[in-house]
């Protein structure tokens, strides 16, 4: 494959084999615990790497090694490994990669679970974790300066679609040696690669656009092989992989995720705008938008905005109760990334790990609602979000 295809061929056709023994075009599903070999000697020379194949499934399976190649070559990555959570991939990154006195730098804006692993959990273990207010730079640069061995951003942020700067953060890591790694759930490598920006591991929640369909969970980590390396053998140890039938969902998703995301991308745009223009929204929330504060940055490093936006409407949390049910084209729920429109309050979806006063903390007004566009057809969802607005 060339590096410029376009999104819908690199999804269809990046790292495609023909299996071996079958010539299948689709990856089979590998439902093995087990591998069995005929001679010791051939089975200790695979236990051993020092030849190709598969011991147990929570090591490897063929079927998971196939997704980890298709997402390493999405995300112009040297090599990758697979989770059955994103928070799997999220936890044992950060466990495989931090020592006690190390420091991690982060942004107050990650997702929920994730602000509390540098909030609660890394300093239970005595790692120094900084957590910097998320759009200032020179912050974060200042943190990076005074020590650190790990740097953890997200782009766009969960839920407040905040843009993180890439390229001059993950270049201010390695200037002290840093790890700069990125959550890439919300861009997706069809929009944004930041491994390409000068990032070292590129993290997926894979149950969100990665499977798309809302009916697997999963996790990635790819990148610099090296690191990829230490993850998993991590992971080896506390054994959260990714199941040979989880992975075979994940590889069929991954042929649409070109298209898919075309389409949540143009979809999301235009609802912004529109809501924008509503009288009884305060805010609108997306890095499309001229009027984001991040977008001249989000120009330079995607080629589409993804497929999340958030407004606040006036009336606050009480608003948002009475608006919600009303809409006909979403359900209410704790997911995005679907072919599905998913809404939700950060206080039920992003942040529901967090007490009142933590999210106050975190700078998530109680008034937000993160709409996940799907991928319907734009003028039903503009008439759905006229209809629930005009009820109030
Ligand atoms: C940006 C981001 N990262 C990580 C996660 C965690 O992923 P999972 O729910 O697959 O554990 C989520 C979940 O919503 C997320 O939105």
Redo the contacts with the bound molecule.
Sequence with gaps: MHQNEGPSTRSVHLSRRIDPSTHAIVPPICANTAFAYEDIETWRAVALNQAPGDIYSRNSNPTTTAFEEKVAALERAESATSFA????A?STTLFALLSPSQHAVSVRDA?G??YLHFTQILPRFGVICDVCETEDHEAIEAAIEQGCDVLYL?SPT?PTLKVLDLARLSAAAKKVGAIAIV?N??ATPINQTPIALGADLVIH?A??FLCGHGDV???VVCGRKDLVEKVYRYRELTGPSMDAHVAFLMLRSLKTLGLRVQRHNENALALARFLEKQLKVERVYYPGLESHPGHEIAKRQMSGFGGVLSFELKGGFEAVTRFLPRLRYAYMAAN?GQVETIVGPPATT?HVELSDEERAEAGVPEGLIRYAVGIEDLDDLKADLTQALASL
Aim: hydrophobic fraction near 35%; glycine fraction near 14%.
């Design positions: 959570t994103g928070m799997a999220i997702y679970a994730t997200e969960n959550d759930t919300f929640s149950t969100k969970l999963g996790g995005l992003s």
